[in-house]
């Protein structure tokens, strides 16, 4: 936090396209934190709620001692608790620990019925010690963990487990993905892999900040942030847009502009968080890769 701190206080305006703690919701940030990314209470409760779906009474999980894994196993344990569960153990780390043998230890001693790691890279480093000694298929992932595990694990390793994150079923924006994954390998990058975590939401900011620039005639950070309610819909009386160039037209001819994103319709509330989103379940195969579950 104390980096927001720096920024705002300069009156620079900061945007995540990928930034979920719950904290940032009430932090004082001068009104110049803006996000399109959807809050962790919502993944959470997701997640709290398909693993009691799943007919898991009794879990245990690894997690990131920050704003993000705390944040993300207090959303995650109400809603899970709500649903009638019971958490046994939720052990903390570390940024930069490389040694999770105590955590790994701690959870498996209490049986739980299934294990969620709320990490990011570090889960290549725990997967393999856990999944030795427990089901993968019992094994749930989050955003900051799910990804393609295809080059790190042998196959199987993680066959059944689940992840939820912020977004949609790719199937249902193919054509916006396969424009990204064309214009990125243009520009001589490697093949994303059908890999876009976060993807829509980054194109949805870039969208909005140009949107508020141009609605407020301004570059400075303190005015775009005073039009970024305004160009989501959150004010409540634009038109409903979809693309830059439609948006700016709405503008340009002196309307009110309300843009609808591709990750969601974004909507900024008073504290520059989206009031709507969506948290899509995936489940990885034999191969390590994971796919929406329909």
Not at 8 to 36: E, H, I
Request: hydrophobic letters at 40%.
């Amino acid at each position: 936090m104390a980096f927001i701190d720096q920024v705002v206080g300069a009156g620079v305006l900061q945007f995540s396209p990928a930034n979920t703690s719950p904290t940032l919701t009430t932090y004082d940030d001068k009104g110049l934190y803006f996000r399109t990314a959807p809050s962790d209470l919502l993944q959470g409760e997701v997640l709290g709620n398909l693993m009691a779906a799943d007919g898991h009474q009794k879990i245990a999980m690894i997690v990131l001692n920050d704003a993000y894994g705390t944040g993300l196993r207090d959303a995650t344990t109400a809603s899970f608790e709500a649903a009638g569960g019971e958490v046994l153990a939720a052990p903390t780390f570390n940024a930069g620990d490389t040694n999770f043998s105590a955590q790994i230890s701690e959870v498996l001693a209490t049986s739980p019925d299934a294990i969620v790691l709320i990490t990011f890279d570090e889960a290549k480093t725990i997967i393999p010690a856990l999944v030795s000694q427990f089901p993968s298929d019992k094994l749930y992932m989050v955003d900051g963990n799910l990804a393609n595990y295809s080059a790190d694990f042998e196959p199987g390793t993680l066959t059944g487990a689940k992840g939820t994150a912020p977004g949609l079923d790719p199937d249902t924006i193919r054509d916006f993905l396969d424009r990204m994954e064309a214009n990125w390998v243009a520009e001589g990058n490697a093949s994303l892999a059908d890999v876009f975590l976060y993807g829509p939401e980054s194109y949805d900011a870039v969208v909005l900040l140009a949107l508020a620039a141009l609605a407020a005639g301004s570059v400075e950070g303190v005015d775009m942030a005073g039009k970024l309610q305004e160009v989501s819909g959150g004010s409540g009386s634009g038109t409903k847009c979809t693309t830059f160039a439609e948006c700016a037209d709405i503008i340009n001819g002196g309307g009110v502009a309300d843009y609808d994103g591709v990750s969601s319709p974004v909507t900024f509330d008073e504290f520059g968080d989206p009031t709507q989103g969506n948290i899509l379940v995936s489940i990885y195969g034999d191969d390590n890769t994971y796919t929406a579950v329909k």
